[in-house]
């Protein structure tokens, strides 16, 4: 490679085209094809395990590059923003980037939302566009729109390197690795990095030798986050805190810490957990089960309870919660003089409520270990057994309601989710951001075993739902894990995502299960006051959108095996009959079958027995 220099630098020239057949064509070809083969091979030094790739023409030498490594799992999808909620979905479930590759245009503008998604999740991925070489741009050429800061103010890094030329050789690999570096490890935390690559005809290039890497395979730039510390003023202000109160309050959502540590260090320092079920504590097992409250929302809708367990120390780990219930709750009590402490490793300012009284850049792990260390010997007498008691009364209250809906036959929405979370087939549900994880927040219970649970809470969309479920099912294949995974969505949301459904080639690495809410349409819209306050059609026309297509047909033309549950019973022999094809390993779809209206009507109902139940324990002597 090193020996054209001179042929090179012709290349290089100003408004020169290769005809694709010219040994200086010939040339420019292999030079791209080995830039974009050492990219490949030091993403793969760098722990990328993964590549999704869209067909496209001007991303041949990267694609062709991607599939000719031979280590990296790929996956060929049709549609772009399709493909990178995949390659979004196996970075939310490996904490690794996989590269997205696509062509030129409006290609790239496809992945747009998921770039945002990716980039408020603090999700690692690699987006490489494809792009026409600058002498084709601004004079008409097809495929061509301006691709550089396409995704501005959504990224931790982005590089259009120009046309590869041998001259920058020695760049090539620490390119590469800060790529991955900054997808993984940026100063802003994990997310989005974006390489735009203009690329000349020819694109089907033989590549060369490749520049000589790292030794013993290591990456061109090791590059290590460090440890989010505590800064001793933070720790100290955090101790005087802890000291002087009596009503403290732990709050966990996703990435608060890991679980079985969070768990025990709220049973250490005897604080409730309200725990959210992406924060990994509703899996019981450990000395933390007994400080684990699953039943917030239904708890603190009871006015009552909802003013007797006031907290004065509120500590808040990890993202929110979907329930606007505790977030209300959570406003009020600082309103009323609790402080609020705020825990973001990354200094992100996750407050909308504007509360936070202080706010500590530092891992929760961290933070946990502090509390700990400076806690008194537990919470004051009571504090923690009220939480207790509120928490086994609800969780009694509803499964007696739940075991009333079963023998009534009904299927309600709450129960589908409830029955996901508490099938011991399912490993890891990816859950949409509308009702079904409301329903598996409020209603699935703690139990030993309990899944992992992920979901698009960045900016809290439906889009890319089913896509992003396949990208979690192939990272636990790659990593060799057997938990099944299911996608538990609501019939939009399938809609939405439905070319998630096609593929390419060979099938999928790892199969999904699919368990479908098709109540009719956009069923959060019945629990929101448009559903009184407008007119019946026009709320339908707007806001319920009725599809006229069948979920069940639509899945069932793509290939996909379908059962249907249209009651309790259903719903039982319809999760296990798709547990047991995912054991083995084919991907299967469960449609249920809901009412919206009557879904409301449930959730009214299973809300006023947990209030009773309240009622009845707090008149008890």
Known sequence: MVRSRGRARAVAGAGWRGTGSSPVAKLVGSVQATFCAALVDEWWRCGVRHAVICPGSRSTPMALALAADGR?????????????????????????????CTTSGTAAAEVHAAVVEAHQARVPLIVVTADRPPELHGVGAPQTIDQRGLFAGALRYECDPGVPTIELVRTWRSLGARLA????????????????????????????????GRPNGRPWHEVHPGRHVLEPAGAGRLAELVRAARRPLLIAGARSGRPGHLSRAAASLGWPLLADPRSGARSLGGNGDPVVVAAADAILRHRPSAERLCPDLVVVLGEASASKVVGGWLDGAAGAGATTVLVDPFGEWRDPGRKADLVLRAGPDEVLDALCACAPNGAPAGWLDAWRRAEAVAQSALGAAFEELRASGELTEPAIARGVARHPGVGTVVVASSMPIRDLEWFSE????????????????IDGVVSTACGVAASVAGAGREAAVVGLVGDLAFLHDLSALVELGAPAARPLGLVVVDNGGGG???????????????????????????????????????????????????????????????????????????????HEALHAAVAAALDGELRAP
């Open 446 to 461: 703690p139990r030993a075993g309990y899944p992992a649970v992920v979901a698009n809470r960045g900016a809290n969309g």
């Open 524 to 602: 959060i819209f019945s629990y929101l006051p448009q559903a009184t306050s407008v007119d019946r059609d026009r709320f339908e026309l707007l806001f319920g959108t009725p599809p006229a297509s069948s979920v069940a047909d639509l899945a069932g033309g793509a290939g996909w095996e379908v059962t249907e549950a249209r009651d309790a019973e259903g719903l039982e022999r319809g999760l296990d009959h798709l547990a047991g094809q995912l054991a083995g390993d084919r991907a299967a779809a469960l449609v249920c079958h809901t009412d919206r209206q009557r879904s409301v009507e449930v």
């Open 72 to 100: 990296l799992r790929l996956q060929v999808r049709l549609d772009e923003r399709s493909a990178a909620f995949v390659a979004l979905g196996i970075g939310l479930e490996s904490g690794r980037p996989a590269v997205l």
């Open 181 to 212: 570096a900054e997808a993984v490890a940026g100063p802003s935390g994990p997310g989005p990095v974006h390489l735009n690559l203009p690329l000349r005809d020819p694109l089907d290039g033989e590549p060369g030798a490749l520049p000589a």
